[in-house]
T-cell receptor
Framework: GQQLNQSPQSMFIQEGEDVSMNCTSSSIFNTWLWYKQDPGEGPVLLIA?????ELTSNGRLTAQFGITRKDSFLNISASIPSDVGIYFCAVRGNTGNQFYFGTGTSLTVIP | GAVVSQHPSRVICKSGTSVKIECRSL??????MFWYRQFPKQSLMLMATSNEGSKATYEQGVEKDKFLINHASLTLSTLTVTSAHPEDSSFYIC?????????????FGNGTRLTVT
């Protein structure tokens, strides 16, 4: 299947710091998605991106769809303890109903 | 909108028994649903694609006779783990796409923690 390279694999930050993670692909995709998964729960959609170059915010979260359509980043500003979790990027395949996921970024926020 | 309900959230069963997990789209129709398995600290592993009114499509290495999928309506898919064994213990997550949305994202259920003793 398609491979998404997500980095970093894990992050340990102080409360109040900003966070940035990114996702790259060797193929072009037209839909990029960012999810957050809390322990023992299913992933929750944070931001959906549909247009190359698009920059979208959801509260303290900002995500951008790369102009080449091969990458995306997610920024979290002024982190708080409840930001702890695993963040996954995902893309929707260009034909049919396939979705491909990154390996996840585990975020730990130290109070 | 776009709420997916998965039930049960936790189940413990004895080896050899079968367990059914339900996935419902509560406020939208979902022609296609997906079943994932997730191991600790790992990403989501797609098991099968569930299509309303037709047979599920299983990923390579997933036993279709062991993991029975039924998608009898536009809002319900079920996964039955048959003759469960301890190695089937895992976190199972379903997801759904809104019917007709060519760019629609996936929406996930809350997962089911299966423990086979």
């Amino acid at each position: 299947g398609q491979q998404l390279n997500q980095s970093p694999q894990s992050m340990f930050i102080q409360e109040g710091e900003d966070v940035s993670m990114n996702c790259t692909s060797s193929s072009i995709f037209n839909t990029w998605l960012w999810y957050k998964q809390d322990p023992g729960e299913g992933p929750v959609l944070l931001i959906a991106l549909y247009k190359a170059g698009e920059l979208t915010s959801n509260g303290r979260l900002t995500a951008q769809f790369g102009i080449t359509r091969k990458d995306s980043f997610l920024n979290i500003s002024a982190s708080i303890p409840s930001d702890v979790g695993i963040y996954f990027c995902a893309v929707r395949g260009n034909t049919g109903n396939q979705f491909y996921f990154g390996t996840g970024t585990s975020l730990t926020v130290i109070p | 909108g776009a709420v997916v309900s998965q039930h049960p959230s936790r189940v413990i069963c004895k080896s050899g028994t079968s367990v059914k997990i339900e996935c419902r789209s509560l406020d939208f129709q979902a022609t296609t649903m997906f079943w994932y398995r997730q191991f600790p600290k790992q990403s989501l592993m797609l098991m099968a694609t569930s299509n309303e009114g037709s047979k599920a499509t299983y990923e390579q290495g997933v036993e279709k006779d062991k993991f029975l999928i039924n998608h009898a309506s536009l809002t319900l898919s079920t996964l039955t783990v048959t003759s469960a064994h301890p190695e089937d213990s895992s976190f199972y997550i379903c997801s759904a796409i809104r019917t007709g949305g060519s760019n629609s994202p996936l929406h996930f259920g809350n997962g089911t923690r299966l423990t086979v003793t």
